[in-house]
């Protein structure tokens, strides 16, 4: 059974920081790629980060771009997100999912999906 378990998630003030885990089982971690997306109250899921599978390169969004870092943990079946200057839009529920592919921009093309984390951004 796979499974992805988020964690790190909370309550901060604008310009602090946070990092969201991802752990992830029932895979062999480097088949697939990770992504980070958000949903915010009345939006659509958007994409926020993607790790590939192959040579970790990574992708960002242009609103978390220089903010945020992501980054993965094989020892550890483990992805990151290290969000800082955070901001009052960037809350929303963060969810890791899984493609078993390369990134993809697009959130029907992950097949495994965690519970989600809130992340809540006081101005």
């Known amino acids: 059974e796979v499974q992805l378990v988020e964690s790190g998630g909370g309550t901060v003030q604008a310009g602090q920081s946070l990092r969201l885990s991802c752990a992830v089982s029932?895979?062999?971690?480097?088949?697939?790629?990770i992504g980070w997306f958000r949903q915010a109250p009345g939006k659509e899921r958007e994409q926020v980060s993607c790790?590939?599978?192959?040579?970790?390169?990574?992708s960002y969004a242009d609103s978390v771009k220089g903010r945020f870092t992501i980054s993965r943990d094989n020892a550890k079946n483990t992805v990151y997100l290290q969000m800082n200057s955070l901001k009052p839009e960037d809350t929303a529920v963060y969810y890791c999912?899984?493609?078993?592919?390369?990134?993809?921009?697009?959130?029907?093309?992950?097949?495994?999906w965690g519970q989600g984390t809130q992340v809540t951004v006081s101005s």
């Open positions: 029932g895979l062999s971690f480097d088949d697939y790629a």
């Open positions: 790790i590939s599978r192959r040579d970790n390169s990574a």
């Open positions: 999912a899984v493609r078993i592919a390369e990134c993809s921009w697009f959130s029907d093309r992950y097949q495994y």
